[in-house]
Nanobody
């Protein structure tokens, strides 16, 4: 059974920092691509950071230079370091892992962790 458990969300002031963690179990962590999405009230879920199994990272312009994704394959954990937080970063943050095998996608999601940034 695959489980992704997020932690580290909470309340931060604008300009502050938070680090999210997502611990995975039930998968061979190192061979999965993974990342973080967020969803604010009334908005669509959006990708905020992604990393491939090879370590290539990708960020949208809205967080580039402020957010950093990293992974520790030995600990089966992916992190999202969020600096210079803005009120518009307020959302529920979800981690995911994904791997495609012979055209079949295998995706798993965490339960989400709330981030609130006050101005």
């Amino acid at each position: 059974q695959v489980q992704l458990v997020e932690s580290g969300g909470g309340l931060a002031q604008a300009g502050g920092s938070l680090r999210l963690s997502c611990a995975a179990s039930g998968i061979i962590f190192s061979i999965f691509d993974m990342g973080w999405y967020r969803q604010a009230p009334g908005k669509q879920r959006e990708l905020v950071a992604a990393t491939t199994s090879g370590g290539t990272t990708n960020y949208p312009d809205s967080v580039k230079g402020r957010f950093t994704i990293s992974r520790d394959n030995a600990k089966n954990t992916v992190y999202l370091q969020m600096n210079s937080l803005k009120p518009e970063d307020t959302a529920v943050y979800y981690c995911y892992v994904n791997r495609t095998v012979r055209g079949v996608g295998y995706s798993y999601w965490g339960q989400g962790t709330q981030v609130i940034v006050s101005s």
